[in-house]
């Protein structure tokens, strides 16, 4: 019979060829495998789970049940080699998940933080404008903080004014176009970023001082320190990256409201520009903003006028 550990590696090995990166929740079962070999466990119990899930005694309940759900699939997928496993039941430390409510950007906020970026003190010359670029290319384009940090120079096609997502959330790749003014951007980062490197061959588009990829950590520690002036909005946390996302779905879709366009049959499109699986996961982009709200608004009452 196959131990707990060789279960893991084919279970995630499994859930990865399907386009999972299971990054997070890889770590986790590491570490419940190696805490059921410390209490010499062979297979999964509901005891066993719960006990791992709530270590230590001061990790937050959001939490706890995050840590269960990892330790269910496994347990799933290991029932099948093992009758003796126990699943743990989905009513046994339930935690609805609740997606923090987005930071809303108007212009002026992004205006803000891209002329921030620019006076950023850069000794080497590129990195003010390294995060001038890579804050509004996240601004314009709806990409995922972690596709723009995985961009390879030949991802960046400025002639066609396309850029190239390879194999990003679910094993998905598509092709994102870029605006004219976006491409200008790109052009003059590239052409600083030729003169930094001084001949060197570097794969990965954004860069740090050593010329190796520029990592998430310095990424969010300077975002911070850029939105910190920000005003706070009542009920919605501090400025996110991910929030540069959904500023870019907000302003396509009332872009469209103001318009005209037909909303409900162009979503679909911005579902595939996002590179979300479902058109369902965009609604949620669409949370309550009082500028959408608006022109939805103009647009129903529009419609009343013309019913007779």
């Known amino acids: 019979m196959n131990t707990l ?5 084919d279970y995630l090995a499994m ?11 890889g770590t986790g079962l590491i570490s419940f495998v190696a805490f059921s ?5 062979d297979h999964i119990s509901i005891a ?37 496993t126990e ?3 989905l009513s046994l430390l339930p935690f609805p998940h609740r997606r923090p409510s987005p930071y809303f950007f ?13 006076r950023w003190p850069a000794t ?6 390294t995060y001038y670029c890579l804050f509004g290319l996240l601004s314009v384009s709806g990409l995922r903080i972690g596709e723009a940090l995985g961009l390879a120079v030949d991802d960046v096609d400025l002639d066609d004014g396309v850029l190239t997502i390879r194999s990003t959330k679910f094993g998905k790749s598509r092709l994102v176009p870029l605006h004219a003014t976006t491409l200008e951007v790109l052009a003059n980062y590239r052409q600083r970023r030729e003169h930094f490197l001084a ?39 501090r400025p996110r990256l991910h929030d540069l996302r959904h500023h870019f779905a907000l302003a396509t879709v009332l872009h469209w409201y103001r318009d005209g366009q037909d909303v409900e049959r162009r979503l679909p499109v911005l579902s595939a520009f996002l590179g979300h699986v479902e058109v369902s996961n965009t609604y949620w982009y669409l949370s309550a903003w009082p500028e959408l709200l608006e022109a939805a608004k103009a647009r129903l009452e529009r419609h009343w006028e013309r019913t007779p």
Do not use: M
């Open 15 to 25: 859930r990865r060829a399907l386009g999972f990166k299971l990054r997070t929740e």
């Open 199 to 237: 001949g060197c061959d570097v794969a990965h588009w954004f860069i740090n001082a050593h010329g190796a990829r520029l990592g998430y950590d310095a990424v969010l520690n300077v975002f911070h320190r850029l939105t910190a002036k920000l005003p706070s909005q009542p009920g919605r946390a």
């Open 5 to 9: 550990r060789e279960l893991l590696q």
């Open 106 to 118: 108007t212009d002026e906020d992004i205006d803000h933080l891209l002329q921030g970026a620019l």
């Open 37 to 41: 070999e410390e209490r010499q466990a």
């Open 48 to 84: 066993l789970a719960l006990s791992w899930a709530t270590q230590p005694a001061s990790v937050q309940a959001y939490r706890s049940a995050q840590r269960l759900s990892y330790v269910r699939g496994f347990a799933r997928y290991c029932s099948a080699f093992d009758a003796r």
């Open 124 to 129: 080497d010359g590129l990195a003010n404008h």
């Open 87 to 89: 699943v743990p039941p």
